[in-house]
């Protein structure tokens, strides 16, 4: 069930690049150009990522998987690449380079891979909390109508994977033996909450200056992050409010 509703959902959503406005640059100060092309690229270089778990899930074992669950998180990855294109488009319309590595993508990847697929699927779920707290701060603050449109499309998307992650937790607890279920997801959280707090640092660390210009402050953007988790009951957490959320979808 949890596979095939998920692979529709990635078969049916599956589009063409899109590239932002013509007018985007010329709608932000000349001087933002610098910080924002870097601080996009970033995330660029994250939204690439992925190739690993691309390959492996065919033949991984895991009592989660089933085929269609298996070509879901293919189909999920995928469309992370299409943001990663999309954003190398907002890159260079703000004539930005792309990067080639960053400590924090490379953080990101040792992290994904320490422990096998929950850990690496767990690692994305948080990236796509910041995410989707990043891009909608961004397309929220800048003033850019050019901006808000290219990053909030790609945030809507982090949204349904984020439901899509939350899906995939809740069958995860649901095939583990009952004796152990509750300690599993207890870890589950664990794992879930040392993520977020590492990724949030990183996040203030390495964004901040930017998100700040756009209106943020740290609390506001880890309060941000916590209510996109809370409000999808992931892993069982209480239910948090979603009306300052601005959910497009879940
Ligand atoms: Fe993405
Ligand atoms: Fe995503």
Redesign the pocket.
């Known amino acids: 069930m949890l596979g095939t509703t998920w692979l529709a959902y990635f078969e049916n959503n599956a589009r063409e690049d899109r590239a932002p406005t013509p007018a985007l640059a010329a709608e932000l100060p000349s001087a933002l150009h610098g910080a924002l092309a870097e601080s996009l690229g970033r995330?660029q270089l994250?939204?690439s990522a992925g190739g690993k778990i691309h390959e492996d899930i065919a033949t991984l074992r895991d009592a989660a998987l089933d085929p269609p669950t298996r070509r879901a998180i293919q189909l999920y990855i995928e469309?992370?690449w299409?943001?990663?294109r999309e954003l190398a488009l907002v890159i260079h319309a703000l004539g930005g380079e792309l990067q080639r590595s960053h400590w924090t993508n490379g953080a990101f990847t040792a992290c994904r891979r320490l422990l096998g697929l929950r850990t690496k699927m767990m690692t994305l779920a948080i990236?796509?909390v910041i995410?989707i707290v990043y891009y909608r701060a961004l397309a929220a603050g800048l003033g850019s109508a050019g901006l808000s449109s290219a990053l909030s499309r790609?945030a809507n998307?982090?949204s349904a994977?984020l439901d899509f992650q939350a899906a995939f937790f809740e069958h995860v607890v649901r095939v583990t033996p009952r004796p152990v279920r509750e300690l599993h997801r207890w870890l589950l959280c664990a794992l879930m909450l040392g993520v977020l707090i590492a990724a949030c640092g990183v996040l203030w660390l390495d964004h901040g200056r930017l998100l700040r210009h756009a209106g943020c402050g740290p609390w506001a953007v880890a309060r941000d992050c916590w209510r996109q988790l809370a409000a999808r009951r992931f892993l069982g957490l209480p239910a948090g409010p979603t009306r300052a959320l601005g959910f497009e979808h879940g």
């Open positions: 995330f994250g939204e469309e992370e299409r943001h990663a990236a796509e995410g790609i998307e982090e994977h």
